[in-house]
């Protein structure tokens, strides 16, 4: 099986916090990450696709063709926004990466099956690094 | 399927050495690994679980509770330590990375039954980097 | 010359918007980075001493010291923090990395002089990464 | 299972352009990487290799004789090379990284089966990273 | 002193070949860089600028303006080119990296003069990464 | 100015211990640093040279000629070693890395004048990596 693997930095801010918890147990459950003004990451999202290479050109299928995708379907979505309030996709969601990544799939696989259908290609993983110690993984089997 | 990664640094020394070979066979095989007094690795431990997301916290279980397990079940026992003459679990074997993260792999899965034991999180894979070059992973079905 | 230099990691959130100027120039200028809802950056803060090793302990200055005046000088007040909103120092500047690294330095001095003075150690630069991509630093004659 | 993964940097030059489409298709199709006297990168090769650790040393393979393998059946081929002039087994093929991981992994599965045949080990999979973007992986079942 | 370094990575390919030398002595000089067709780099330049923060926009000067002149006065010549045979500013020069990162250097410097003279910021540095391990820096004082 | 910079890293172990000290005194100052049997780490040793490019080769010195000095002088004395045990010119140093690229530049600065005098080319500093977060520099006027 042949996989390619790209990766898109982008920079967000949030603010862990859930509207069904007490202040208390927000506190505990996330600690400085409920501070309530929030914080931030420079995130990295790395989308991989797997498939066949198109004999006339060897590739899985052109680079900007990917890139268009990605940054239409998540990443003009995420990139400098704050994830509480810009975010439509995210609204009564924790905007833990756990979330973010679950939701950066959907947008992801509904935006292949519209755009790239029927291509001999198809999403196979979405990884987000929150930070260079916290990784965040969803595969589709 | 959703996999949350988190990296552990921690600092060891080992000497590679077989008490079954003789110093030749060690000499041969390790090469200067087997230097008498030994050295070390900044090694990286990336443990990796996966399951389901808690609907209310949106986590697949607080960073935390992770951070507090691996640090009782592996970092207080190899971190600053030679695998050679201060880990107990490492005694009568070559302290190769290889078993290296078979052990570390074996004292997180006891760990996790005692005390995550019915969550819908599971220990997935134990990844231990050496060096920037040399890596090693054990993943569990 | 003698220099240690150590990394610290926080997570923040910022949004670059002047009160001194109109809606439009805070945009033209400041692009998406002045988004409303702010963004964020996983920094690292890089400090920067030199000076003489001591000749009984071998070391510039005992890491945990240094460590302990780098949180409770600057970590405590920046991480997981958004800069114009919870951090005091900043209040009436646009929280360019710019500033963010004159403000540290700032601190750092102030600390250092308080606690550290008589050494033969001294503060010599203070390096943020805002990014991957984009540095600042402030160095001290 | 136990996975080794060995990282080795090599630095080569390509041009993509397929003989086969117009001068305008390859240009529409490669973009800048069609430019006629070619471009290069630092790729890093990974390759992963899977099975029981030898009890006696402790471990998968000795890394002399993987380093080995990997020089003589792809090192020796690529390094400071023209993929598209210099390395035979590239030839007629577009030299994208698709088509070089999956040469390279034929390379290294026939020098596995030359030279380590019987081991406890076999040849897991064979990654390629262009850039620090662009990541390309063929796993074997 | 307050200095801002942002990094732009780009591909080229070159051949460490000097007309002045006879094939055994570019042969003996440059090793494998020799190799007639040539192999390529991911380069990293980094571009150093210091002096006061604008007291307004707090910024030395506005990201997208040095993105633009450092696109202007250097990517767009050798981004994706081969340095031997694309880039007339190392015409009859071998193209090591100390001479691109001397050539980059003055074509920033008169770039600099034309665009932003006048600015209370000025140029400071350049530095190429090659790879991973080989950096060339030229200063300014 | 212009600056070459090489990367070399090694892999060694150490215990800091002052023999000037009691135990307490040790166990206060060193923390698990002083663990009676010591850790180790990957180093990474940065040399830094300044001077003119050579004209006839465009470089600043031939990179083998480099790694031969810097292997000879210092890689062989230090990889794979116990600092404590190994190292002779480290008898008497409390082996912290303060005191480790002192001795290395030493080292080098001697070698230097033996096989480099003469060259427009002088080394300018070294520089060692402990740890991602531990830096360490000697800068020579």
């Given amino acids: 099986m042949l996989r390619l693997s790209k990766r898109y930095p982008f920079s967000a801010s949030h ?8 202040e208390q147990e927000n ?6 990450c409920n501070n309530p003004f929030g914080h931030g990451h420079n995130y990295v999202l790395e989308v991989g696709v797997c498939g066949e290479a198109d004999p006339e050109s060897g ?3 052109p680079r900007a063709e990917l890139d268009r995708l990605v940054r239409k ?15 439509a996709g995210m609204r009564g969601l ?3 990466t756990e979330n ?3 939701v950066i799939g959907r947008w992801l696989r509904e935006a292949w099956e ?8 198809r999403l196979d993983r979405v990884r987000i ?5 916290n990784t965040f993984e969803v595969t589709y089997g």
Same sequence: chains 1, 2, 3, 4, 5, 6.
């Avoid at 506190?27 to 400085?32: D, M, P, Q, S």
């Avoid at 690094?129 to 110690?133: G, M, N, P, V």
């Fill in 27 to 32: 506190a505990r459950l996330f600690g400085k």
């Fill in 94 to 96: 924790v905007p833990t």
């Fill in 15 to 22: 603010r862990l916090h859930s509207s069904e918890l007490s």
């Fill in 114 to 121: 519209k755009e790239f259908d029927g291509r001999p290609v």
């Fill in 59 to 61: 590739m899985l299928l």
């Fill in 73 to 87: 379907a998540v990443l003009d979505k995420v990139d400098h926004a704050n994830l509480n309030a810009d975010v």
């Fill in 129 to 133: 690094e929150e930070t260079a110690r």
């Fill in 100 to 102: 973010l990544a679950l």
